[in-house]
């Protein structure tokens, strides 16, 4: 009996979560991942994401998040090293006081696109390593209800920009989420301020996808039980990871 309740507890006890993996986007290459058609709530949602940087400084426009649309929604850098989050263009964007050029580790970004919300301000929102980003440069929120093009039908990509403006993105990511419908906060995804990374304990919607970059034949693939895989045109694996 002592004997088969160790086995039980034994089998009871999960394996720790691991980060094994990143992906590893060469902006000299044009790498880049793209997905179609994943059609979700384009007024509601959570991006979050683990990068790090390889060349900063060189005014250069280095993208994590964006869309086939010139102008549209797009995560990303500037040319001045600032944190710029937007949807249509210019007219409504985020753009931090701050600059963000550490080359050494990673560090984690979330980004919420909430257009229904009634306060302006709350409207679009973004966390570095865990903190609120609240100091901008340009702080000017969309009209309530203004649509994103992120999980529309249009073509959504990691690590560039759009399909005429490319502005690739230039180091590491790993652990990326995209989920619909839903505003998590950093700690569905970190343990901390910076922290590390955890195990995403939360439910993933059927038009949410999540890549950990494990998968070296087909690293696009969706790890959320969705089968909404992206497309991987150049993008190579690496085992630099943050910790967890």
Known sequence: MFSNNLLMAAASISEPFSVDNSGDFERSEGDVMTITGQSGNVDKWT???WAKRESPGAGEWQTMLGSTVSGE???????????????????????SNATYTDTSAFHH??????????????????????TEVTSFRYDTNPTQDA??????????SIGRDSATNTHYFDGLIAEFYLISDQL?????FIDGTPGNAIEFQGTYGDK???????NSSDLGEDQSGNGNDWTNSGVSQSDTVPSS
């Open 47 to 49: 991006c979050a994401l």
């Open 73 to 95: 929604n797009y995560a990303r850098f500037d040319n001045l090293d600032q944190l710029y989050f937007n949807n249509s263009g210019a007219n409504w964007r985020l753009v």
């Open 109 to 130: 970004y979330v980004f919420h696109y909430d257009s229904g919300n009634e306060t302006a301000g709350d409207r679009m929102r973004m966390w570095y390593d865990g």
């Open 147 to 156: 649509n994103g093009i992120i999980f529309s039908s249009e073509v959504n």
């Open 184 to 188: 998590l906060d950093p700690s569905s």
């Open 208 to 214: 949410d996808s999540y890549l950990n970059f494990s």
